[in-house]
């Protein structure tokens, strides 16, 4: 007889806890971080982040030139760590940095 339970794809229950938005993600790095990036071309690349982090960078930027500082303990001078081209050459993966 075929199974006539549902599957549930979500997030489990014991690792809810884990989880924040992507601004919220990204408000977790600090100027001179090193990141990683996994992703291989348009695949499994952590858009949503990368486009969180891109936000947050021209904002502070914009901030910090109104205020007459470009860099002053805002996100920036990072070193970021790929594998394999996380992206599509266009507008997505890393091309948001």
Same mark, same amino acid.
């Given at each position: 007889a075929a199974s006539t339970a549902s599957t549930h794809l979500g997030i489990p229950p014991h690792a809810a806890h884990k989880v924040c938005s992507p601004s919220d993600a990204v408000s977790l790095i600090s100027a001179g971080d090193t990141i990683c990036?996994? *992703?291989?071309?348009?695949? /499994?690349? +952590?858009?949503l982040i990368l486009k969180a982090l891109a936000d947050r960078y021209e904002r502070e930027?914009?901030?910090?030139?109104?205020? /007459?500082?470009a860099e002053n303990g805002r996100v920036g001078d990072l070193t970021v $760590?790929? *594998?394999? *081209? +996380? *992206?599509?050459?266009?507008?997505? /993966? $890393?091309?948001? $940095?």
């Amino acid at each position: 007889a075929a199974s006539t339970a549902s599957t549930h794809l979500g997030i489990p229950p014991h690792a809810a806890h884990k989880v924040c938005s992507p601004s919220d993600a990204v408000s977790l790095i600090s100027a001179g971080d090193t990141i990683c990036i996994s *992703g291989f071309v348009g695949q /499994g690349s +952590p858009d949503l982040i990368l486009k969180a982090l891109a936000d947050r960078y021209e904002r502070e930027w914009r901030e910090g030139v109104k205020a /007459g500082f470009a860099e002053n303990g805002r996100v920036g001078d990072l070193t970021v $760590l790929f *594998g394999g *081209g +996380p *992206g599509d050459w266009d507008s997505k /993966g $890393l091309n948001y $940095l």
